[in-house]
């Protein structure tokens, strides 16, 4: 806002004098106003004139507008309570999530090693089982064998009564060697020289069982007996067995149980 000359302006008449500059104008009513000084009569430049605007809303307003709305306070608080309710539950999740996944790993794992406990004490338990059947088989088998030997080679009694006299000590005295009476003949021939050479006088007794024999000395007993023999080759397998088949009490469930299922082959080859 630049200077001009003032225009003259007439006095007010008296009926307004009094009244002309009565007012006081606020503030808030001016849109615009500047300082003004008188300019140089010189002729200088005019300085510039320091213009201030006004607000153009009362304070009172502005103030009351500053001011946060208590709704949007609100929603504000529960947004953030929310926001943390949100956190602490997700947190406490993945906390209990953890937790139960250690704990069914743990429950699986003894589970499975219990599962794994019981199959392996079956399978040892099974595996008994079938090493005794097979046992069982075996001596059935070896008997048989046995019997055919003793009809077919029956000579083999002088080996045995041999080997029981060469198993004795050298300083035993009146040895003597029981064999069954079937069996003297081929003993007789078959150990000729090691009879003669321990000095060993030969009997037949009925009470012996063929394909066996027995040495006495003064100094103990060698049992070279069938059934003893027998009893010494089944034991090896875990047989507690005697030559006519008859077997200890604990040995004969397992024995009725493979006559069973011997039985039971029998008759499905017999309907084949």
């Not at 808030?28 to 605007?53: I, K, M």
């Not at 208590?70 to 937790?99: E, F, I, S």
């Not at 399978?123 to 069982?136: E, N, S, V």
Request: net charge negative; aromatic share 4%; with cysteine.
């Amino acid at each position: 806002m630049t200077s001009s000359k003032p225009r003259p302006v007439p006095p007010p008449s008296d009926g307004a004098r009094s009244h002309a500059y009565a007012r006081f104008i606020p503030r808030e009513e001016l849109s615009s106003f500047a300082a003004w000084s008188p300019g140089d009569l010189a002729g200088g430049p005019v300085p510039q004139a320091n213009v201030q605007r006004g607000s153009s809303a009362p304070t009172g307003t502005a103030d009351e507008a500053a001011k946060p709305d208590p709704a949007t306070q609100q929603a504000a608080a529960v947004q953030a309570a929310r926001q943390a309710g949100y956190q602490d539950g997700y947190r406490d999740g993945l906390v209990a999530l953890d937790g139960f996944k250690q704990s069914y790993a743990k429950q699986a794992t003894a589970q499975v090693g219990s599962l794994v406990q019981s199959l392996g004490d079956e399978l040892d338990g099974l595996q008994q089982d079938m090493a005794r059947t097979l046992a069982i088989s075996a001596t059935h088998l070896a008997r048989q064998i046995v019997r055919s030997e003793l009809v077919t080679r029956p000579d083999l009694v002088a080996q045995v009564a041999q080997e029981a006299l060469d198993t004795l000590l050298l300083s035993a005295r009146h040895i003597t060697l029981r064999v069954h009476p079937d069996d003297h003949a081929l003993v007789a021939v078959g150990a000729a020289e090691v009879i003669e050479a321990r000095g060993a006088r030969l009997l037949g007794d009925a009470s012996m069982a063929r394909g066996g024999c027995l040495v006495e000395s003064d100094i103990g007993v060698i049992d070279a007996s069938l059934d003893t023999r027998w009893r010494r080759a089944a034991a090896a397998l875990g047989i507690d067995e005697s030559w006519d088949g008859q077997v200890a009490p604990e040995e004969a469930t397992d024995h009725a149980q493979l006559q069973g299922g011997h039985g039971r082959d029998d008759t499905r080859k017999a309907h084949e």
